[in-house]
Each structure stands twice: as structure tokens, then as C-alpha cells.
């Protein structure tokens, strides 16, 4: 898809004026031609009787003739288990977490990742031979047992150039596909969710 080619007539029709479009950051826009979901936005839509008014995300997509289209994301009730995970995995996608899944499709074995939208409470998945990792990350060469790590949905640990020591993990929400944080703060975060964990138990 060419960036910045945005369907603005068939946006309109989902309650997205130009300059809610063009009101995005420039990371925001660009991650819409890759695949990436939108912040939350407020939309409107009607068709065949069927209305929905609320707040979602939306994403695009290249159909067979080159067009592009528009798919949407609505805020949902809650994150379901569509994935027939087990009660720790489901209990971790609840938390945020990045989970590894096996599946069977047409005889072959794929692993995926998965990872639910905290706004939306949608769970988003890619298989996991499709990401790529960029082969420098702040300026630290990222070795290949790194990468394999980060495809496994683990966190890696780096100094960049300044000397800061920082976490790395694949975000699946984030715009840029990659979150990136100060260690101090990535643990910080990671006790958080484990505490939370103990508390739902």
C-alpha cells in the first residue's frame, strides 16, 4: 500500500472526517499502511439497519484489485479466549502479556503470537515466521539468539549508545511493532503485572 493514500470517502462513511485523519501522528499514519491499528477514535457507523456509534480503532488492508480497505476494531466487552488457551495463558493474555500459540491449519503446525488491545480488548496474532526484527536497536546489534527470543514473546536486555541499560519486546499494538523501555521501568511494569496476577487468583 502507498503510504498516505488514505481512503478518505470510505472513511467518511464510518464517521472519520479528513481531520481526524490528518490530525494523527506521522508514526500513527504510517503504521496504518503496515498493517497497525489506530488510536481510539470516535466512529459511526450504519449499515443494513445496523448501527454502531462508539469508540474503536480502525486498520487497512489491500484488497485483490489494489484498493484499499478499511477494517474496524470496536471497543469490546471483554478479552475472550478464542484460541482455546489454557487457563495460565488466557490469565496472562489478561495481564498484557505477549503468549506463544501452537495451532494446526490445514495439517501444518504454526506458532503464533498473540497479544490483547488493552483499549479495544481485542486480541491480535501473527505467526510468528512472519516478524521481523530490525538487526540494530538504538544502536545495539541485536544477536541471533536475541531475535529468537524476541519472537518467542521474551524481553531482551541491551545498553544503547549513551550507556542506558533498556528492554526491548515485540508489541503487537504499538505503532512501531517494537516496545522499548529503561530496564528500571520494564521491571517495574513486569511486577505490577504479577501482583495484579496474584490478586485475580
Do not use: C, W
Not at 493514500?5 to 481531520?19: D, H, K, M, S, V
Not at 512501531?176 to 530496564?183: A, D, L, S
Request: a positive charge; proline letters at 3%; aromatic letters at 4%.
Amino acid at each position: 500500500m502507498k503510504a498516505d493514500n488514505f481512503p478518505y470517502e470510505q472513511l467518511a462513511q464510518i464517521g472519520l472526517t479528513r481531520g481526524a485523519i490528518d490530525g494523527m501522528k506521522k508514526e500513527e499514519r504510517e503504521a496504518l499502511f503496515q498493517g497497525k491499528t489506530s488510536p481510539l477514535l470516535d466512529l459511526s457507523i450504519r449499515k443494513n439497519e445496523i448501527a454502531f456509534v462508539g469508540k474503536g480503532k480502525i486498520s487497512l488492508y489491500e484488497k485483490s484489485g489494489g484498493e484499499i480497505g478499511i477494517k474496524v476494531h470496536p471497543v469490546r466487552a471483554e478479552i475472550k479466549n478464542n484460541y482455546s488457551l489454557s487457563p495460565k495463558q488466557y490469565e496472562r493474555l489478561q495481564s498484557g502479556e505477549t503468549v506463544i500459540h501452537d495451532t494446526l491449519d490445514k495439517g501444518k503446525s504454526r506458532t503464533y503470537l498473540l497479544q490483547a488491545d488493552k483499549q479495544t480488548n481485542e486480541v491480535r496474532s501473527t505467526e510468528v515466521r512472519t516478524v521481523k526484527i530490525p538487526d540494530k536497536i538504538q544502536g545495539y546489534a541485536l544477536k541471533n539468539e536475541e531475535k529468537n527470543m524476541l519472537k518467542q514473546g521474551q524481553r531482551v536486555e541491551f545498553q544503547n549508545e549513551k550507556g542506558e541499560r533498556q528492554s526491548i519486546k515485540l508489541d503487537l499494538i504499538d505503532p512501531k511493532g517494537i516496545k522499548v523501555e529503561p530496564v528500571l521501568l520494564a521491571k517495574d511494569n513486569s511486577l505490577k503485572q504479577s501482583q495484579s496476577n496474584s490478586i485475580s487468583r
